[in-house]
C-alpha cells in the first residue's frame, strides 16, 4: 500500500529510502487524480522493491511548490532521493512502470 508523504515524513520516506519511490501528487477533487489512483496502488503492490507514496497538494503545498508540480495527477520518480522523471496526467500502467525503470 502507498504511504501518506508529508513535509514532516518526506526525507525519511523519500530523501533516505533504500527503495526507488514513486510519489502520486493528487487532490481529492481530482476526477483523473481518482483515475489513476487504482492504477498506482497496483503498481505498489506488484513491486514491492518499489516504495510508492502519495501527496495530497491540498494538505502540502510546499511539497508541490518544491517540485514544479503545476497539474495534477503528478508521478514524479526518485533514486537516491533525486528526482529523476516526472510524468503529468493520467498514464497507462506501462508507462508508470517505465518511469520506474521496472
Request: glycine share 6%; net charge negative; aromatic share 6%.
Amino acid at each position: 500500500m502507498p504511504v501518506v508523504i508529508t513535509n514532516d515524513n518526506f526525507e525519511a520516506e523519500v530523501i533516505k529510502s533504500k527503495k526507488p519511490v514513486l510519489i502520486d501528487f493528487w487532490a481529492s477533487w481530482c476526477g483523473p487524480c481518482r483515475m489513476l489512483s487504482p492504477v498506482v496502488d497496483e503498481v505498489a503492490e506488484e513491486h514491492p522493491e518499489l516504495k510508492v507514496g502519495k501527496i495530497n497538494v491540498d494538505e502540502e503545498p510546499q511539497l508541490a511548490m518544491q517540485f514544479g508540480v503545476m497539474s495534477i495527477p503528478t508521478l514524479i520518480y526518485f533514486e537516491g532521493g533525486v528526482a529523476l522523471d516526472k510524468s503529468v496526467g493520467v498514464v497507462p500502467k506501462d508507462s508508470i512502470l517505465a518511469l520506474c525503470r521496472l
